[in-house]
C-alpha cells in the first residue's frame, strides 16, 4: 500500500474533466478493471457487455455523467463500456464491497465548534494500488470538490466548496437488489449539491440497486445520516 496518494486535478467542460482523469490515471484504471474482471472470473468482453447493460440508467438518471465518462474512456485510451464499467463496480457481479465504517461528531463535541464527518475505506489490499485523491474544478458553475478515489470512478467520498460532504458504507440486510444504477453516480451527483436540503431532494429522486449508508455534512456545520435502498432513502433520527 502506497504512503502517499498521488493528487491528480482536472479542470474545464465535463469531457475535459473525464479526459484529463483519464489521463492521469491510466494505468491504475486499467489495473483496476483487470482485478475486478479476475474477481468477477469473467473476460473484459464479458465486463463491457454487463456494463453496457446499465447505459439506460445513466441516459436516464444522470445523462451530465456520459459526457465526462466518454472523455475518461478517451483520456484512458479505453472503450466507453471500460469507462462505464468503472462506475458500477460490485453490482455487475457478486463481488464483497469491503466493510467500511462511517462517523459523524457534531459541533458540540470538537474543539473548534465544527462537525467532523469520515469513513474508513475497507477495502481488498489490492484496490489501494489504484487509488488517488482527485480534485475537479468544472467550468459551469458546479461546484468544484476533491475525493478519494479509485479506477476511474468518477464518484466516491470527499467534499466539495460549499461543504458538502459524502462518507459512507454498505448495509447488509434490508430490500433486494434491483436492476439499477449503483452508488457511485449519486456519489458524485452529492458533490454538485450545495447544502443538505438539495441532496435529500436528490436521493428521492435518484434509485439505486442496493443498500448502503450516507454519512453527509454541509458548511452549515448539520449532519444527516441516510440509509439508502433500493426502496428509497430513509432519514435517521440525526438528535
Not at 453516480?185 to 428521492?204: A, C, G, H, S, Y
Not at 435518484?206 to 456545520?221: A, E, H, I, K, R
Amino acid at each position: 500500500m502506497p504512503n502517499v496518494y498521488p493528487l491528480f486535478t482536472a479542470t474545464g467542460s465535463a469531457r475535459d474533466l473525464g479526459r484529463q482523469h483519464g489521463e492521469q490515471a491510466a494505468s491504475r484504471i486499467d489495473g483496476y478493471l483487470e482485478f475486478l474482471a479476475a474477481s468477477l472470473k469473467v473476460s473484459r468482453d464479458e465486463l463491457r457487455a454487463r456494463a453496457s447493460k446499465f447505459l439506460p440508467f445513466f441516459e436516464r438518471d444522470c445523462p451530465q455523467l456520459i459526457e465526462e465518462i466518454r472523455g475518461l474512456a478517451e483520456g484512458a485510451k479505453l472503450d466507453f463500456a471500460d469507462a462505464l464499467a468503472a462506475q458500477l463496480r460490485g453490482e455487475l457481479g457478486p463481488v464483497a464491497d469491503g466493510a467500511c465504517t462511517s462517523f459523524a461528531i457534531g459541533p458540540a463535541a470538537t474543539a473548534n465548534g465544527e462537525s467532523i464527518v469520515g469513513q474508513t475505506s475497507d477495502n481488498p489490499p489490492e484496490l489501494m494500488d489504484f487509488g488517488y485523491t482527485l480534485r475537479v474544478t468544472p467550468d459551469d458553475g458546479r461546484p468544484a470538490f476533491v475525493m478519494w478515489t479509485f479506477g476511474g470512478m468518477l464518484g466516491y467520498f470527499g467534499v466539495n466548496t460549499h461543504g458538502v460532504c459524502n462518507f459512507a458504507n454498505s448495509l447488509g440486510g434490508g430490500p433486494k437488489w434491483k436492476f439499477a444504477l449503483a452508488h457511485y453516480p449519486l456519489k458524485r451527483l452529492i458533490f454538485e449539491q450545495t447544502n443538505l436540503d438539495e441532496v435529500q431532494q436528490l436521493m428521492r429522486r435518484f434509485p439505486v440497486c442496493s443498500n448502503g449508508n450516507y454519512m453527509l455534512g454541509d458548511d452549515s456545520g448539520a449532519i444527516l445520516d441516510v440509509e439508502m435502498t433500493s426502496d428509497g432513502p430513509f432519514p435517521l433520527d440525526n438528535n
